[in-house]
């Protein structure tokens, strides 16, 4: 019988997330000089911050390659950001070899097909609400809210609370 994803996020160490689609709500802007603008929602970066505060390890892996992507996570502490990434399962096993990471300690959430493969290799695969079917079809939890409008926070915050780490990290800084 598999675990229910509560008891999975008790030994959660480590987050992946996708960019466009899961810390964006994957529209992209293009300006007349053919820039890409994403929006990002603030309250997912906190929860990021307040991860990689609390010891996990928090990584990027996306396909898509925009430099002001990285210097918004690289921002909020990020030190693990894989941008431009054509084979994410790839990318992943070198990441977790390179840092002893035992996969069952591994939450990843993508939004559509190019993440369907990675999703496979973790615990604890997720997904926004908006999410492709085929990527809900295979996630272990499904945020009630949507990509780039606080699933990231959801999915932090969940395991945090879970090994009882969420609050307490407030209550530190301002004691």
Known sequence: MSKHFKEIMNDIT????????????GTVHVTQEGNLLREMYIRDGYAMKA????GYNVCIISGGSNEGVRTRFANLG??????GVPDKVKVFKEYIA??????????????????????????LPTAPQDAAPEIKRISKYIS???GGRGAVRDVIEQ???TQQKWFQHFNAKFD
């Open 144 to 146: 009630h809210l949507n």
């Open 159 to 161: 395991v945090m609370k």
């Open 14 to 25: 480590t987050f992946i997330f996708d960019v466009d689609g899961v810390l964006t709500d």
């Open 98 to 123: 390179a840092n002893n990471i035992n996969p069952d300690t591994v939450l990843y959430m993508g939004d559509d097909i190019p993440d369907y493969h990675i999703m496979q290799e973790v615990a």
């Open 51 to 54: 991860a990689i505060e609390n």
């Open 78 to 83: 990020v030190k693990d950001i894989y941008l």
